[in-house]
């Protein structure tokens, strides 16, 4: 038998600009138990087949693996995007990899091209890290081309999307992979041991609290996620994390959605009620003002968005007080699970810190889990907000009163509070992102199963938005939702197709 290998770390972190980067994500060395081991690569065997399609910022934690950690089991060979300009960037990023003088000039299709993609380039998996509501048109297509597919969250939008993705892989019987890169976070899986081990019983409830900062909160502001057609509002595009994690820690998947909410502090309702005035319609060239974003101060988003933008026209630097937003900015979601627990949660995208709490009651106590990700967002002399304080002198990179942490803590009925020790991770998103893509590209040389659960597939993808949607229609009715009457495509429980007349009886698009 081989012995098992851990390769070195060198996944880029790859979070947006405006998110928090936890000191989570620093750590180099991971805990024990941590990252998962896998065999050798076995000699000769050719490498998979990679297409990207969707080439903004996410398709780089893709690229960089694929091009680095991860360039013995995969290649990239072909792009697939509807702009030119951002299909370029990442050319430029293979070509310098692998030590080009210049672009690498892989093959490139516009999106009605995919099929013809998947069979010119001989591509194995399409990674599709394109916009929310493309999804499940792309994954179609590419499971029926001939190749499996890597998705990023959301899975899809809306029950249409479910009812696409669930009937094109039971057709075509290919291998869809979700990317929940949230589980991978040690934080996040040292709460799943927790309650399996049973130390606190059998769950009752869950309160989930997250809160978003006036910096990464705002991003969702003013990009294409500001549409609701786009992203399914935070509920889908943000929550399904959220959501997701509930499910796997519980092991149990949603069955009533109650949802209250609105855009209350962002839109130019909100800032006429406040007075802000006149506003300029964009973040770029704008000073003093710590709700835009100058795309010129940031080398990747000048290249990825402000070069690109004569493409498309796609403006990623929106003004957060300008009309047109039709996603929610506060949201409170109630959640009956089918095994009886109830989830409480809420999200809100104005705080002037970011972070998550989540209280886990069971029968035999509870499970704590308080993350900081960001204790406060700093605000430069000349009135901009300092996106990373590490890298601006004078600025300030903890608060002592929220210092940027996690922690876990487990009491049991009449015994003190414990604290759960929980083991550093590798890469951004709290430490999850590098571990994932182990998972996502070594699935087939992994040593033993994952005692945590974490890959996950599209059944995974639907039960994380089924929240989401319902709770959307929850806020468009005013009434509590039935998942069942949502006309998924599949029942939650066990996958088994549903039947196509439960499926149209009266689903929401
Ligand atoms: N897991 C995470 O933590 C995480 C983090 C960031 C983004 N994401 C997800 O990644 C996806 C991309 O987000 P992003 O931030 O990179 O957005 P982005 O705007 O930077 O990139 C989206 C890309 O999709 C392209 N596109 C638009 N229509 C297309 C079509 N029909 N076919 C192919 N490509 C198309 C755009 O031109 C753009 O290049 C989203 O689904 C988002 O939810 C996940």
Redesign the pocket.
Known sequence: MTSPVTSPVTSPVD??PTAPLPASSASTQPGEGVVPQFAPVPQGRPRRRYAV???????GMYVGALVGEHADVGEIVAW????PG?MDYYDGVVGQAQGLDGAAGLPRYA?DGLEAMVAEQRVDVVVV????R??AE?VDRALRAGADVVV???LTTDAAGCRRITTAVAETGRDLVM?F?YRYAPRNSSLREVIASGRIGQVTSVHFEWALDTVHGADYFR??HRDKANSGGLLV?KSS?HFDLVNWWLGDVPARVYASGALRFYGDKAADERGLGERPARGTGTAGDPFSLDLTADPRLKA?YLDAENH?G?V?DQDVFAPGITIEDNLAVLVDYAGGATLTYSLNAHSPWEGYRVTVNGTAGRAELEVVERGFVEVDEDGNAVLDPSATPGAATSDPLRPEGEHLTVQTHWHRTEEVAIPAGIGG?GGGDAILLKDVFRRDLRLGEDPLGRAAGHLDGVRAVAVGIAANRSLLTGQPVLVEDLGLGVDLRDGAPQAADAAAAGAPA
């Open positions: 979070q947006n399609v969707g080439t903004g910022h996410r398709a697939c995007d509807p702009n951002r999106p890290t394109s916009l929310d493309t999804h792309l990023e969250k959301p990317t890169n990009r294409w595009h994390h990825l498309d796609y990623r998103h």
